[in-house]
């Protein structure tokens, strides 16, 4: 529990002006208003009936089976590159922070030509592995590079920022009593940080889910290998079927809203076991 959790009623009164509800309620407004015209516009009885279609059943086995994979692969370099940073100071933390945060603020298409050039056919290194035969262009591969290199910075800093919280105290005194490094990492640092390592594991799978651009860029859209659910959307758009893009688009944000229910589930889990 940290000290604002214990504030009181009248705490909170004395401590918090009244004039903020209003901003606040303007904010909440223009973040809730596209939403709710989203819902509004959406043809429920036949959302079942659209949602059901081959190929946006097609699109959503993709998406969760990519999303999934990237996901892991979020999870298995970003702990370990999250636990380094932690340990790091000076000039080559800077340099290996502004690597990762470089994915954050780049446009979709710049992200998706530059995977393009890298993974693709005649990429970087995708131009040896096709000569080897293990092209990864216009396949499932080719969408899952694309979702870990958008998500993985979202995993990153959410699973630093809670292990820079630990107590180093603690893990200097694990290491005082004998434990190696591994160990500290294992049964110490994890352990405590876990809160932040489940947010950014379901933000990973968030950002994986919702990508779009960079995919289209680099990965295209090829129905049943790199057609994922937002651009199926953009296809039924295209198509000039708006009816099943908005249906399409409430299933998006339905499944969005089970990652922040399994998130908040998740974090109060761990929290209520220590509190």
């Given amino acids: 529990m940290t000290g604002r959790e214990h504030f009181s009623p009248r705490l909170r009164r004395a401590t918090t002006p009244g004039w903020l509800w209003v901003p606040s309620l303007l904010a909440l407004a223009f973040l809730a208003g596209p939403l709710i015209a989203l819902g509004a516009a959406a043809d429920w009885g036949r959302l079942g009936g659209q949602l059901t279609d081959p190929s946006t059943r097609e699109a959503l086995w993709l998406s969760l089976r990519t999303s999934t994979v990237s996901t892991g692969l979020c999870l298995a370099l970003g702990i370990p590159l999250s636990v380094l940073l932690s340990r790091l100071h000076g000039p080559l933390l800077q340099l290996m922070r502004g690597v990762l945060l470089i994915p954050l603020v780049l446009s979709p298409v710049v992200s ?11 990429g ?10 293990w092209g990864v262009g216009f396949s499932p591969a080719a969408v899952v590079l694309v979702q870990v290199f958008v998500s993985l910075p979202f995993f990153v800093v959410a699973a630093l920022s809670s292990i820079e919280s630990v107590d180093a105290n603690l893990e200097l005194s694990a290491a005082n009593a004998g434990a190696n490094a591994a160990q500290i990492v294992r049964y110490i640092t994890l352990p405590l940080a876990a809160p932040g390592i489940i947010v950014g594991t379901l933000l990973a799978f968030a950002r994986s889910l919702g990508e779009y651009g960079a995919t289209i860029t680099f990965a295209g859209s090829v129905a049943g290998e790199t057609r994922t659910l937002p651009l199926q959307i953009e296809l039924a758009l295209n198509s000039n079927a708006p009816s099943s893009a908005v249906g399409i688009s409430i299933m998006l944000v339905g499944l969005y809203l089970l990652v922040l229910i399994a998130a908040g589930a998740g974090v109060q889990r761990i929290f209520g076991r220590r509190s």
Avoid: I, P, Q, V
Wanted: aromatic fraction near 20%.
């Fill in 112 to 122: 998706g030509l530059a995977l393009l050039y890298f993974w693709g056919r005649r």
């Fill in 124 to 133: 970087t290194l995708g131009g040896w592995l096709e000569s080897m035969g």
